[in-house]
């Protein structure tokens, strides 16, 4: 019985532990379990998240296509309205779930310094309060989101978006404090502030991120409906605090939109060391970033995750004419992108003029001029200042301060504020000026232009060695140095009061130059070689050729690049406005695809022959019937060789730069891809040119292949191909567009048999139409280009910028006024080589006609060479019938 107990107990011990054991291996099972939903929750997030991320920061083409679509809409809807400029309205946030009312003190103060320098502009501070009563009127539908957000932070940084998408203007953080009055005027460079950019940033950490603490923007603009659209999507958790605020609202998250939006061109990015303690200065409290995020930071820095369009900018070329930083507080550095490049466009100050944009010279005298009230006289190159010059003048009172220099190997120490000169080698043939701006132990800091094209990382250019040795200072550079330049009594000198420029003597405020242009004659020249008779276009003995003086090809520069600029803007106008569009008699089919060229192929703008007349005092814009080729064959190789030919005695020809900035034109191209050269059969007039270009193209690295339209391509599974089997991609051609818009109307609009499209059939040959408006290939000089060479462009520049002292002044004409004046139809079809017909047409605009009494030079025809926008030479056309028609024109040699 004992033995049965003990058994018994044994047994029930037994199940007391199996039962334990069981109970154990349950908990342990449920624990795994509960682990590994954990787990597969977590993975699943972490992939839904991974995802999200991909889309985000990744562009789609579907996207991209309706974004340009609201592109060209909200472009459509502000032209000609108030949206050249960024409406002035300061958008301030303060939130916080301790206190709505009371914000902090530095806050408060940052914000009132903001409100004195903003007296003009609108301002609002708003609340949590505030927020909530204005979503509830106009955004109901995102207040749930906004109410959802886990944090504070992220309602102040989707409030962000949402503000300036729907009222537009500027967007500051609480902990920025303003130095400088109109903000957004300043942030510019002065090119861009008649007609602003639609977006203004300033670069982002590192390439990941788009700061979001100052932001400037157009009202309703697609770039921040963008942002809008997707935060309610982000709106997710990221385990940690400061990743889900930077990802789901944050700067993280703007730049994800930043690469999905396609269109970059509408933003500009000011450098940091260019707001940064001269126009703004953080006052400390409002970062919120933490060892998460900069984790993050890091982790994206290190290309793990390759986002580069907004990357680390420092060793990035910065195109003509943008800046690189700034010295001296307001002494803007602009970028001439090459050291070779003269761009023979002046630059000037309150009147003064400081010298070629954007020469090491130019900043000089600008630095001189702002920092210290002085200017110095004109000098021949940056070396001719160690020898020729020695003093500066004030400009308020005409005083003198001598130049003293001191070789480099001076026991002098090189001082602040002083010019560091370089002499002529064969990297710079003119030398080099920089103005000196630091000085420490080891080392002098300088601010200059036209030596290197980076950003700067703070407020100088670069940092140079510098060491003292057996009782010298050397300033040890790559290239020799003169010295430097030290102006005496520097104490006595003041930055320019640049509100009461009264102060500036007149004699310092010169007129912009004119210039002179004269016809000259080798008489009784007999050409002995087939090369002189070639290069002459003539077989007269009495030889023409045209000489201009430096200030001449200032002025052509000056007044093209001006020009052009309204060009841009008058072509802005016309392709949003259909009211205008259609006397453009441009098929309304064509429309979307003219609208969505202006926005896809600016780049894709070459060459812009700009035509002026010159009556010895005024340039004046004029036009006339260009024929298919460009004959720009005459103004690059041709001149250059004449001038050489005839034993002229010049320092250069008016298009010495022609031939190496078309290079450099197609190399930032980066096209990789062969380009298809269209020519017709009866092209043989424009062969040289073409063949020129396709030379041009060659030396640019870019594969090139001649095509007769009737006989070198065709269809192929709907695809249009060479005689090689390659696809056609990119094309370059020399029609113009109003013959292609004809061909499709031939073809499509009026030819009732082909109204329905037409298939193509494989081995057929395409047509023109075929080719040029097919949206599978891209076309050199665009679409968007029709307009700038139509006819009525030119009125419709006058109607816009009327009373322009570079504009013919032109009027419409009734039929009953018309009967008194006749002049040239500029639209018409020539049926002979030199006849002409006089109309009288209420639908067409005339010309200002200018009389060969009163217009000594009206046989002369000045045709600037625009490159991408720039003007890069110019050459002499002389009209024999007085018929401005392209195919009467010969062109001459000009030296300078």
Not at 494 to 500: G, I, Q, T, V, W
Not at 747 to 762: A, L, M, Q, T
């Amino acid at each position: 019985m004992q033995k049965y107990k003990q058994c018994t107990k044994q047994n029930y011990n037994d199940e007391i532990q199996l039962l334990a054991y069981r109970r154990y291996n349950n908990v342990q099972r449920i624990t795994f379990i509960v682990c590994l939903i954990i787990v597969l929750f977590t993975l699943i997030h972490i992939l839904q998240t991974g995802l999200f991320l991909i889309k985000h920061f990744t562009e789609d083409e579907n996207r991209s296509n309706m974004i340009k679509l609201d592109m060209q809409i909200w472009q459509g809807l502000v032209n000609g309205q108030s949206q050249r400029k960024i409406p002035r309205h300061i958008h301030q946030i303060w939130i916080s779930s301790k206190n709505d009312e009371e914000m902090y003190e530095n806050f408060r103060i940052a914000a009132n310094a903001c409100m004195e320098l903003h007296s003009n502009y609108n301002y609002t501070l708003w609340t949590h309060r505030k927020i909530l009563d204005w979503l509830k009127i106009h955004y109901s539908w995102f207040l749930p989101t906004y109410e959802n957000y886990r944090y504070d932070m992220q309602r102040i940084d989707a409030m962000k978006y949402l503000l300036l998408f729907h009222f537009g203007g500027i967007y500051l953080d609480l902990d920025i404090k303003c130095k400088v009055q109109d903000l957004i005027t300043s942030m510019l460079p002065l090119d861009k502030r008649d007609n602003e950019p639609d977006i203004i940033f300033h670069m982002g950490t590192e390439g990941i991120s788009a700061n979001t603490d100052i932001m400037t923007a157009k009202r309703f603009h697609p770039f921040f409906k963008l942002a809008v659209s997707q935060l309610k999507t982000a709106n997710r958790w990221f385990y940690l605090y400061h990743l889900t605020i930077i990802l789901s609202a944050g700067p993280t998250f703007l730049y994800g939109v930043y690469k999905q939006f396609p269109l970059k061109d509408i933003f500009y990015y000011v450098p940091n060391n260019v707001l940064y303690g001269k126009m703004i200065e953080g006052v400390g409290g409002g970062t919120w970033y933490g060892r998460d995020s900069l984790v993050l930071i890091r982790f994206m820095e290190n290309k793990i995750w390759s986002m580069s369009t907004m990357t680390d900018r420092k060793q990035e070329i910065v195109p003509f004419n943008s800046i690189q930083g700034i010295a001296s507080t307001n002494v803007q550095a602009y970028s001439n992108e090459y050291d070779d490049f003269i761009s023979f466009e002046g630059f000037y100050v309150h009147g003064i003029y400081t010298g070629f944009k954007w020469q090491c010279v130019e900043f000089a005298r600008r630095w001189l001029l702002l920092r210290k009230s002085c200017i110095f006289e004109n000098v021949g190159s940056a070396t001719d200042i160690w020898q020729e010059l020695t003093y500066v003048e004030r400009v308020t009172d005409g005083e003198e301060f001598p130049l003293k220099t001191y070789s480099n190997g001076s026991p002098h120490k090189p001082k602040c504020d002083s010019f560091l000169i370089y002499p002529r080698n064969e990297e710079m043939p003119y030398g080099h000026i920089a103005v000196i701006c630091e000085v420490q132990e080891s080392f002098i800091r300088v601010a200059e232009e036209n030596y290197r094209f980076h950003y700067w990382s703070s407020n100088y250019a670069r940092q140079i060695p510098m060491v003292y040795r057996n009782g010298l200072y050397y300033i040890e550079d790559y290239y020799n140095i003169y010295g430097w330049m030290e102006i005496e009594n520097n104490h006595q000198l003041k930055p320019l009061d640049e509100s009461n420029i009264n102060l500036i003597l007149k004699k310092y405020q010169k007129p912009k130059p004119i210039g002179q242009l004269k016809p000259c004659f080798i008489l009784n020249k007999t050409l002995d070689y087939r090369k002189e008779k070639f290069l002459m276009q003539s077989n007269k003995k009495d030889i023409c050729y045209y000489k201009a003086d430096e200030d001449f090809f200032v002025n052509i520069s000056n007044t093209s690049n001006e020009l052009y600029r309204l060009f841009i803007q008058a072509v802005n106008y016309i392709i949003h406005n259909d009211e205008i569009l259609t006397l453009f008699e441009i098929p309304n089919q064509i429309w979307f695809r003219i609208r969505r060229s202006w926005i896809d192929e600016r780049d894709f703008d070459i060459i812009d022959p700009m035509n002026l007349r010159f009556d010895g005092k005024n340039l004046k814009l004029c036009q006339y019937k260009a024929s298919r080729g460009l004959n720009i064959l005459q103004s690059t190789v041709v001149q250059e060789k004449w001038a050489q030919t005839m034993n002229l005695d010049y320092s250069f020809t008016s298009s010495f730069q022609l031939h190496c900035l078309l290079i450099r034109k197609w190399k930032r191209l980066n096209i990789k891809t062969t380009i298809h050269i269209l020519m017709d059969n009866d092209d043989q007039e424009d062969l040289e040119t073409i063949l020129y270009m396709k030379t041009i193209m060659t030396e640019a690295g870019i594969d090139s292949k001649l095509c007769l339209l009737s006989n070198d391509l065709y269809w192929k599974d709907s695809i249009i191909v060479d005689k090689d089997g390659e696809i056609v991609k990119i094309v370059w051609k020399s029609w113009n567009w109003e013959t292609i818009f004809q061909d499709f109307r031939d073809r499509y609009v009026d030819n009732k048999e082909e109204k329905e499209e037409r298939k193509s059939v494989n081995k057929e040959h395409p047509s023109l139409t075929d080719i040029l408006l097919n949206e599978k290939i891209r076309i050199i000089e665009p679409l968007w280009k029709s307009i700038i060479n139509h006819k009525a462009f030119f009125s419709i520049l006058c109607t816009l910028f009327p009373n322009h002292s570079n504009i013919s002044q032109n009027e419409s004409l009734s039929s009953e006024d018309s009967q008194h004046i006749s002049f040239v139809n500029r639209s018409m079809e020539e049926q002979n080589n030199d006849s002409i017909e006089e109309y009288f047409d209420s639908h067409h605009i005339s010309q200002e006609i200018l009389s060969e009494k009163n217009f000594e030079y009206s046989d002369e025809i000045i045709v600037s060479w625009m490159i991408h926008g720039l003007c890069s030479g110019f050459s002499i056309r002389e009209d024999q019938n007085h018929i401005t028609n392209a195919n009467n024109l010969k062109t001459y040699c000009c030296i300078i």
